[in-house]
């Protein structure tokens, strides 16, 4: 059974970089899938952040690339999140997915199998 | 606001059957595969429907999906008070260049 688990400071500053990790169990990252993040801002619903295959290539939502990063450890079966210059509307409950597309390529078209817990994150000083 | 449009709240009662309609363009669900999500109170989102209309393994019949030109919508027959939470769809926008949710719609089973 897959397993995710986020694991990452759950105050940050504003202006800072949020650092998320999610370990994988269960699962090889380097056989396939997309992996990637979600955000939901308390009481309200669900935004994708992005998407990192086990080679490195990412796609990330247009509204936050600029502040986003993500990577990939194979070595660790971990991937994880950066997102920089935050302000109070990045206050969200974080959750790393798996991706289940239709290539090894990025086209979008699939659907997140697994999740994790989700990991609250506040953006205060 | 989202491109995906749900009905903020549906309410049934149990045995009854409610359906979930998540309405978008040809740039989203016209075009790409549509996939529904259950979160139960104070839980991560579950996959529930993907590719339109199949279920994960352990879904119950219950829970079905359907696609017609730029709508989809979720179907629970059957309905449990179990079945109280909030139901997401989502799918690829290619105008957007991003994977769109729906705002979410809360399902009460009075």
């Known amino acids: 059974q897959v397993h995710l688990q986020e694991s990452g400071p759950g105050l940050v500053k504003p202006s800072e970089t949020l650092s998320l990790t999610c370990a994988v169990s269960?699962?090889?990252?380097?056989?396939?899938?997309?992996w990637g993040w979600i955000r939901q801002p308390p009481g309200k619903g669900l935004e994708w952040i992005g998407c990192?295959?086990?080679?490195?290539?990412?796609s990330y939502n247009p509204s936050l690339r600029s502040r986003v990063t993500m990577l990939a450890d194979t070595s660790k079966n971990h991937f994880s999140l950066k997102l920089n210059s935050v302000t109070a509307a990045d206050t969200a409950v974080y959750y790393c997915?798996?991706?289940?597309?239709?290539?090894?390529?990025?086209?979008?078209?699939?659907?997140?199998?697994?999740w994790g817990q989700g990991i609250l994150v506040t953006i205060s000083s | 606001q989202s491109v995906l449009t749900q009905p903020p709240s549906v309410s049934a009662a149990p045995g009854q059957k409610v359906t979930i309609s998540c309405s978008g363009s040809?740039?989203?669900?016209?075009?790409?595969?549509v996939s529904w999500y259950q979160q139960l109170p104070g839980t991560a989102p579950k996959l529930l429907i993907y590719?339109?209309?199949k279920r994960p393994s352990g879904i119950p019949d219950r829970f079905s999906g359907s696609k017609s030109g730029t709508s989809a919508t979720l179907g629970i027959t059957g309905l449990q008070t179990g079945d109280e939470a909030d139901y997401y769809c989502?799918?690829?926008?290619?105008?957007?260049?991003?994977?769109?949710f729906g705002g979410g719609t809360r399902l009460t089973v009075l």
């Open positions: 997915v798996r991706f289940e597309g239709y290539s090894s390529s990025w086209s979008g078209d699939g659907f997140f199998d697994y």
């Open positions: 269960g699962y090889s990252i380097n056989n396939g899938y997309f």
């Open positions: 990192i295959y086990h080679s490195g290539s990412t």
């Open positions: 040809s740039s989203n669900i016209g075009n790409n595969y």
């Open positions: 590719d339109n209309n």
């Open positions: 989502g799918t690829w926008d290619s105008s957007l260049s991003g994977v769109e």
